[in-house]
């Protein structure tokens, strides 16, 4: 099983809602990553869980919340979010230390969020 | 800081001719790995080849080969045979051999299509 599973695929909120996006993985990773991902735009970084403690958070704000509650599923809560985070979100995970035939980064398909 | 550059924002190519996608990065670490992975509008990225920095053989999955050059610092992806499923958004990535959890840095992306 090679596959990172999102949910949900699209979703709609307005700016006083609060919302969660789910990832899963049974690959055994043990790093999970959020990334946002704005139209013909590169993946940016987010977060970077590492045995499902945070190692990395690229500066984003508050409104943004992650949670790694286990080894398999890594969250990201959404909450008073701006217009402007419109994007799809993706999430990955990989092995913490690459080997050498385990080096890549495994992607879902990405939530697309619409904030109105 | 590392970086990866992709000058060729969109490329085109014929059904069954043959295309090459260009990379660059900076970094001064000696040892890394290299990706290309495609977007297609179904939005999953997924991979389509690595090369570990340590190794002088240039990758090849099927169709896709690459050509490494360390000193150089580059990494272009040629694609044989080309097929309408080609087209994608591909994006060239870094990652550092160092260090644990180590993120992807993206290049911003070449769009390819392919004609008939």
């Known amino acids: 099983d090679t596959e990172v599973t999102q949910t949900p695929k699209h979703l709609v909120m307005g700016m006083t809602n609060k919302k969660s996006l789910k990832c899963e993985q049974h690959m055994g990773h043990r790093a999970m990553y959020w990334y946002k991902q704005k139209a013909k735009k590169p993946p940016e970084l987010m977060f970077v869980?590492?045995?499902?403690?945070?190692?990395i958070n690229e500066s984003v704000p508050s409104r943004f919340s992650p949670e790694c509650p286990n080894s398999s599923l890594l969250n990201l809560h959404l909450h008073a979010l701006q217009p402007e985070d419109s994007a799809l979100y993706l999430c990955?995970?990989?092995?913490?230390?690459?080997?050498?035939?385990?080096?890549?980064?495994?992607f879902g398909q990405g939530t697309r969020l619409t904030v109105v | 800081a590392q970086t990866v550059t992709q000058s060729q924002p969109e490329m085109s190519v014929q059904e069954a001719e043959t295309v090459t996608l260009s990379c660059t990065y900076d970094?001064?670490?000696?040892?890394?790995?290299l990706f290309w992975y495609k977007q297609p509008p179904s939005r999953q990225m997924i991979l389509v080849i690595r090369?570990?920095?340590?190794?002088?053989q240039n990758a090849t999955e099927n169709r896709f080969s690459v050509n490494f050059q360390k000193a150089a610092k580059s990494f272009s992806l040629k694609i044989s045979d080309s097929q309408l499923g080609d087209a994608a958004m591909y994006f060239c990535a870094y990652r550092s051999a160092s260090g644990t959890a180590s993120k992807l840095t993206f290049g911003t992306g070449t769009r390819l299509q392919v004609t008939l």
């Open positions: 990955a995970s990989s092995q913490v230390n690459p080997t050498e035939m385990n080096t890549e980064a495994f």
């Open positions: 970094t001064s670490e000696s040892d890394y790995y």
């Open positions: 090369q570990e920095a340590y190794k002088q």
């Open positions: 869980y590492s045995y499902e403690k945070l190692s």
